[in-house]
């Protein structure tokens, strides 16, 4: 099993920027897929970036543009940048992972971060 630890979160003012990191463990072959997810009170659970077996990064609609993904293949962490925050990206952000390729996205994952609470206020 893999093991998360993210960081990086805490409160800034709209318009502002974060960028959170994920450290993964226990795993290090190339084909482990890691991926970024946002859960807000009263929604489901949002798979917001990640990255595909082609390298090429996959955003949701709601963070397209703002937000960019990145992982170090040599230390095995995963960044989520993000700039022009906006106070509806206020949430848990978790950090996935699985020891398989993903070919789609989102995916499913079956290890999980402890989570990281973003705010972002008005």
């Known amino acids: 099993e893999v093991h998360l630890v993210e960081s990086g979160g805490g409160s800034v003012q709209a318009g502002g920027s974060l960028r959170l990191s994920c450290e993964a463990s226990?795993?290090?072959?190339?084909?482990?897929?890691m991926g970024w997810f946002r859960q807000v009170p009263g929604k489901e659970r949002e798979g917001i970036a990640g990255?595909?077996?082609?390298?090429?990064?996959r955003y949701s609609d709601s963070v397209k543009g703002r937000f960019t993904i990145s992982k170090d293949n040599a230390k095995n962490i995963l960044y989520l940048q993000m700039n022009s925050l906006k106070p509806e990206d206020t949430g848990m952000y978790y950090c996935?992972?699985?020891?398989?390729?993903?070919?789609?996205?989102?995916?499913?994952?079956?290890?999980w971060g402890q989570g990281t609470q973003v705010t972002v206020s008005s």
């Open positions: 990255i595909l077996r082609d390298g090429i990064p």
């Open positions: 996935a992972a699985r020891t398989t390729e993903c070919l789609v996205w989102p995916s499913s994952f079956n290890s």
């Open positions: 226990g795993y290090t072959s190339s084909s482990l897929c």
